[in-house]
């Protein structure tokens, strides 16, 4: 798929001004989510990016305007470690947010890290999903809202360069390893992140810079660029990123994509 990507582009001045943005736009998406069916489904990011955006969603005033009960909270990727190692995205987002507001604790789903085979765990992962989610698109879980952040490699999720879990467009979730490492991780398949009604971005500093330039000048989906799978996202993407991030280093203009929306930094 060529021309221009789908979505936006939400660029601000700061990781503070995007983590508070990108925290109004959950909000306002589970609002129309619950509005609509009840329920918000959503699958949070890892990494540390994202935990700036949680603490702004477990505060007031959005804490209290978030019809928490509602929510269905689900993993993008998990390190393959205890729910209670300083790696795990679970111990992240449980401290940041999900410790911090009343969800439903039957409706919180951790990537199960204590099973012997982290294969079958993953594709467990993805039928309690569809069991909890109901909607399918394709067989795959349609998901209200994903969150995603990008790695300096450009991958996102823990779908690395060159991601086996590209060719996988039956399972939702799968087994993969961190190239540096050879660390462990369950992921989200791009057919689950590409079925999603809603994706936000959230891209935050200049090590981002290179990597999201090579990614938003690509032609079409590219596994060595792994975030370039957004290109071919079925429901609405929204990136947002601080000006360090989404400016070439050295300066010049942004390679933000043509999009459809863009709200620059408040002069
Ligand atoms: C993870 C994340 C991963 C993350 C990027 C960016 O488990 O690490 O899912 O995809 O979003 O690596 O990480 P930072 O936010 O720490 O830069």
Known sequence: MNGPWPGEV????????????AAERIA??????????????IALAGGTTPAATYSHLA?????????????RVFFGDERWVAHDHPDSNFAMASRTLLSRVPVNAAHVHPIPTDAPDAEAAAKNYGGVMRASVGVTVDAIPQLDMILLGMGDDAHTASLF????????RDCAYGAARRPADASLRISATPALIQAARAIAVIVTGSAKSAPLARAWASAGVTHDLPITLLREARGSVSWFCDTAAATPAGGGASAAPRITTRKACPQ
């Open 59 to 71: 505060t007031a005033p959005l804490r209290d305007s978030v019809a928490w009960p509602a929510w």
């Open 28 to 41: 306002v998406a589970s609002a129309r989510a619950v509005a609509e069916r009840g329920t918000f489904s």
């Open 10 to 21: 939400v660029i601000l001045a700061d990781a503070e001004d995007v983590a508070r943005a």
């Open 161 to 168: 360069p060159g991601s086996p879990l590209f060719a996988d």
